[in-house]
C-alpha cells in the first residue's frame, strides 16, 4: 500500500519580540583603565562594540530569558499558558543538566509547554528558530512556542586575556513563533533555512571543561570553566560564508538578494558583516547592528537586533528578512522569512 504525503497546511510566523539587557552597564573605558592600555579605539573602530552589559552575580542564564520571554508574550497578547513549546538556545546554561529551558518553564508558570535546549555555540538562535517553524508546519498541536537566544558568558571570562575578555557580553532575546493559516497568509513568515558545519574548528575556541572529554593541555589553568580562543579561525571566514548561504537559501525561495529588505547577522566583527553585504551588492544599510548598543552577545544577538529593529519600527509586513549566524563548532544558520506585521 502506497503511503501519500500529507501536505503541509500551517504557516510559522513571528509574531512577537522581547528583550532582556541585563543590569550592570560596562564602558569601554573599564577595560582602558583595568589594563592600562587603549582598549577602546580597537572595540569602537573594528568592532562596533561601545558598550556592553553584565549580569548580576545572583542572575542565572534563566533569569535574562524569563525577563525576554515575559516581554514577548506580553507583546503578542499571550499567557505562559498559551505556550506548547519552549526552546532555549545557549551555550551558558544554568546547569550542564537539566535544561535551563524546564527552569524557564517553572518561572514562567508555563505548565503546558515543553522544553529543550539547543546548544549551536552562537548560532543557536536561528537553528531553534527553524525547528520551531518546521514544528509548526509538521504538527497541528503545536499554535506557539518561544525561542530565545540567551547569553551569560561574562561568567566564562578569562580575565587575563583582554582580547577576549573585553568582547562579549550579556542578554536575551526572545520570540513568539505562532501558526498561521496559507489560505490567509500565503507565501509568508518563516520560509526556508539552511545549517552548516565545519566540524574540524570544533577545538578552536569554546568552554572546555566541565564535559566528559579531558580538558586540553594547554588551556590555562583555573577554578571554574573558562571561555578559550585556542586557535584563530581565518579572519575572513564570515564574510564569505555568509553571503554563500544568503544566496543558498535565497535559491530554496526563488529570491535574489535585491529583494532583501533586511539583514541580521551575529554581531562580533563589523568588518566582516561590511564584507558581506558589499560581496551580496547591498547597501550596508541593510544590516541592524546592535553591538554599539550591547556589545557581542552570542547566540542572543540575532533576537536582541530583531527586538531593537521592531522597537524602532523598522521592520514592515512583507519585508524579505535574512538571519546570518555563525559560532563555535563551527557551526552556522541561515534563515530566510516574510516579516509578518508592521512594527
Not at 563551527?330 to 516579516?339: G, V
Request: net charge neutral.
Amino acid at each position: 500500500m502506497i503511503q501519500t504525503i500529507q501536505p503541509i497546511t500551517n504557516t510559522a510566523h513571528i509574531t512577537a519580540t522581547g528583550i532582556c539587557v541585563p543590569p550592570r552597564h560596562i564602558s569601554n573605558s573599564f577595560f582602558d583603565e583595568k589594563y592600562q592600555k587603549d582598549i577602546s579605539t580597537f572595540l569602537r573602530d573594528k568592532r562596533n562594540i561601545h558598550q556592553r552589559f553584565f549580569m548580576n552575580d545572583e542572575q542565572a542564564t534563566s533569569d535574562l530569558v524569563v525577563e525576554a520571554s515575559r516581554m514577548a508574550l506580553a507583546q503578542a497578547n499571550l499567557t505562559p499558558n498559551d505556550i506548547q513549546l519552549i526552546i532555549v538556545a545557549t551555550d551558558t546554561p544554568d546547569y550542564l543538566s537539566p535544561s535551563t529551558a524546564s527552569v524557564v518553564q517553572h518561572k514562567l508558570a508555563a505548565m503546558k509547554a515543553g522544553t529543550f535546549d539547543l546548544n549551536s555555540a552562537c548560532a543557536g538562535f536561528v537553528t531553534a528558530l527553524d525547528m520551531a517553524a518546521k514544528s509548526i508546519r509538521a504538527d497541528p498541536h503545536y499554535e506557539h512556542i518561544l525561542v530565545v537566544g540567551a547569553y551569560a558568558m561574562s561568567k566564562y571570562l578569562d580575565w587575563n586575556d583582554f582580547k577576549t575578555a573585553s568582547l562579549f557580553a550579556d542578554g536575551a532575546g526572545a520570540v513568539i513563533v505562532s501558526r498561521g493559516d496559507p489560505k490567509s497568509h500565503p507565501g509568508t513568515g518563516i520560509q526556508n533555512a539552511i545549517l552548516r558545519t565545519d566540524g574540524q574548528y570544533f577545538d578552536y575556541m569554546g568552554v572546555y571543561s566541565g564535559g566528559t572529554a579531558p580538558q586540553f593541555s594547554d588551556c590555562p589553568k583555573s577554578d571554574h570553566p573558562i571561555l578559550q580562543f585556542r586557535k584563530k579561525i581565518p579572519i575572513e571566514t564570515n564574510g564569505i560564508l555568509w553571503p554563500e548561504m544568503t544566496h543558498a537559501v535565497l535559491d530554496r525561495i526563488q529570491k535574489k538578494p535585491k529583494d532583501i529588505d533586511w539583514l541580521f547577522f551575529t554581531q562580533i566583527n563589523i568588518d566582516s558583516i561590511h564584507t558581506a553585504c558589499d560581496r551580496l551588492g547591498l547597501p550596508r544599510q541593510k544590516a541592524h547592528n546592535v553591538m554599539n548598543k550591547f556589545g557581542y552577545t552570542g547566540s542572543a544577538c540575532i533576537p536582541m537586533a530583531l527586538s531593537d529593529a521592531t522597537s524602532e519600527h523598522k521592520l514592515k509586513k512583507g519585508d524579505l528578512v535574512v538571519l546570518l549566524s555563525s559560532g563555535g563548532g563551527m557551526s552556522a544558520a541561515a534563515q530566510a522569512l516574510e516579516w509578518s506585521y508592521d512594527t
